[in-house]
């Protein structure tokens, strides 16, 4: 069983900066990828960015450049640093580690950005 908590949330202006962070713990595979997804009201959960123990990177296009997404393995821990936040990055943010055959999700942290 895997548990993630998620921390780092918070209430910010526009163009200021947040960083979130996930801690994984339990029985956690090698190969792995963690992935920060986020949902808005009345909106569908969608994918931010995503990394794999190899260091393989992904973001949604809403986020490039503006996102960086990293981890520490040693500490099965992943990061988002989130710079330039925007109105529209108001939303949920959620933790979801997937090491076949296990997914788990985190409970989730509040991003507000007020304009």
């Known amino acids: 069983q895997v548990q993630l908590v998620e921390t780092g949330g918070g209430l910010v202006q526009a163009g200021d900066s947040l960083r979130l962070s996930c801690v994984a713990s339990g029985s956690i595979s090698n190969f792995n990828i963690m992935r920060w997804y986020r949902q808005a009201p009345g909106k569908q959960r969608g994918l931010v960015a995503s990394i794999s123990t190899g260091g393989y990177i992904a973001y949604a296009d809403s986020v490039k450049g503006r996102f960086t997404i990293s981890r520490d393995n040693a500490k099965n821990t992943v990061y988002l640093q989130m710079n330039s936040l925007k109105p529209e990055d108001t939303a949920v943010y959620y933790c979801?580690?997937?090491?076949?055959?296990?997914?788990?999700w985190g409970q989730g942290t509040q991003v507000t950005v007020s304009s």
């Open positions: 979801n580690i997937v090491a076949s055959p296990v997914q788990a």
